[in-house]
């Protein structure tokens, strides 16, 4: 397992890394219609096609929760590469933007993200969802039209567990 960049809650992901699949999907959105964030907020956030496919296990873990110690805990569930199917496309709107993804299909992302559950976290969700993001697009009905345009199910392999 990875350990990347120290953020403020730590998140464990699925490396996609040479999913062509996603890369063909993102390369049909529609330059005009993404959203590149809004310079007036502090946080400045990557927006635009999602640059690295990855499939979210777990968001929430609190700081000391590193890589070690997820790795041992998940340790039963853990294989080096393992299928994800993506079934369909989908958008959930946000205040700002809205979010094109596609929908990921697998028993053993589920197992893990349960097995994350009892480490030291503060997760928002309460309810797993696991998907890839392929795009932030504007507000106004790109991302419904899209999701109703394109899709075909498909599988990817994970490549590894990226703890950040």
């Not at 958008?91 to 028993?107: P, Q």
Request: glycine residues 8%.
């Amino acid at each position: 397992m990875d350990e990347g960049t120290v953020y403020e809650k730590g998140c464990l992901m699925a490396d996609l890394g040479g999913c062509q699949e996603q890369h063909d999907l993102r390369a049909l959105v529609d330059e005009d219609y993404l959203y590149s964030g809004d310079e007036d907020k502090e946080e400045l956030e990557e927006y635009g096609v999602e640059e690295w496919p990855h499939v979210t296990v777990f968001y929430g873990f609190l700081p000391g929760v590193g890589a070690d110690r997820v790795e041992e805990h998940i340790k039963p569930q853990k294989q080096p590469r393992f299928s994800i199917l993506f079934n369909r496309l989908g958008f959930f709107e946000n205040e700002d933007y809205d979010v094109i993804y596609v929908n990921a299909e697998s028993n053993l992302l589920h197992q893990i993200n349960r097995e994350c559950w009892k480490l030291p976290n503060e997760c928002p969700y309460s309810e797993y969802r696991p998907h890839m993001t392929l795009a932030y697009v504007k507000k106004g009905g790109y991302a419904k039209q899209f999701v109703e345009q394109h899709m075909k199910p498909f599988m990817a392999k994970c490549n590894k567990l990226v703890l950040e």
